[in-house]
């Protein structure tokens, strides 16, 4: 079976500090590694993915993440957030399945 | 244009009432899904479905019924509303079926409220 898990539901950074969101997958087949954000009363907006090829992705806004398959972690990050990023992230995972499984989600916060 | 387009955006119905949330996509993908968003942020798919063919149907009360008149649509009917049907429910495609390679794209979201 398939799962994620976003370590912390709530993270809190300030303006201009590193963000970190933290993502474990378990999967029985090579994974293909989804992260999204959903600004609030918005849909999900896909950030970024890793299916083959460099580990190191990355995406929109700024943010990058890299697959460690010996940790099975897809940890998300940012040098410097701003206010904008403030949102809900998901990470999610897909396998040979037709579906994805999303983690719980990781709620940002940024202080100015 | 919008890439996935769900109507209506706002739907608040009083229990007992049978209500449907439409999905539209313009990508020409051949896969569309629901899925439901509790208030806790969880995602849970519903239902999936591969040009007008259902191929996922999670645990859900036979009261939601899907319906895909052509690829491009995926409806969402709801009898007999209840109030723990309260959630965001979100539409969703990818271009192909299976691992979703492409990720998928999400509509907006109806925020449905049962009273």
């Known amino acids: 079976a398939q799962s994620v898990t976003q370590l912390g539901s709530h993270v809190s950074v300030s303006e201009g500090a590193l963000v970190l969101l933290r993502c474990n997958y378990s999967?029985?087949?090579?994974?293909?590694l989804f992260w999204y954000v959903q600004y609030p009363n918005q849909g999900l907006q896909l950030l970024l993915k890793?299916?083959?090829?460099?580990?190191l992705v990355k995406g929109i806004n700024g943010f990058e993440a890299e697959f460690k398959k010996s940790e099975t972690s897809f940890h998300l990050t940012k040098p410097s957030a701003h206010m904008s990023d403030a949102a809900e992230y998901f990470c999610?995972?897909?396998?040979?399945?037709?579906?994805?499984?999303f983690g719980t989600g990781t709620s940002l916060t940024v202080i100015p | 244009d919008t890439a996935v387009s769900q109507t209506p955006k706002y739907l608040v119905t009083q229990m007992g009432n049978d209500k449907s949330i439409k999905c539209e996509q313009n990508?020409?993908?051949?896969?569309m899904y629901w899925y439901k968003q509790d208030s806790k942020k969880f995602l849970k798919i519903m239902f999936s479905y591969n040009n007008k063919e259902l191929i996922i149907n999670e645990t859900v009360p036979n009261r939601f019924s899907p319906k895909s008149p052509d690829k491009a649509h995926l409806n969402l009917h709801i009898n007999s509303l209840e109030l723990g049907d309260s959630a965001v429910y979100f539409c969703a495609s990818s271009q192909d079926r299976g691992r979703g390679k492409g990720g998928y794209t999400f509509g907006s979201g109806t925020r449905l409220t049962v009273v």
């Open positions: 990508l020409g993908h051949d896969t």
């Open positions: 999967s029985s087949v090579p994974p293909y």
């Open positions: 999610a995972v897909s396998d040979t399945g037709n579906q994805f499984y």
């Open positions: 890793y299916t083959t090829g460099a580990t």
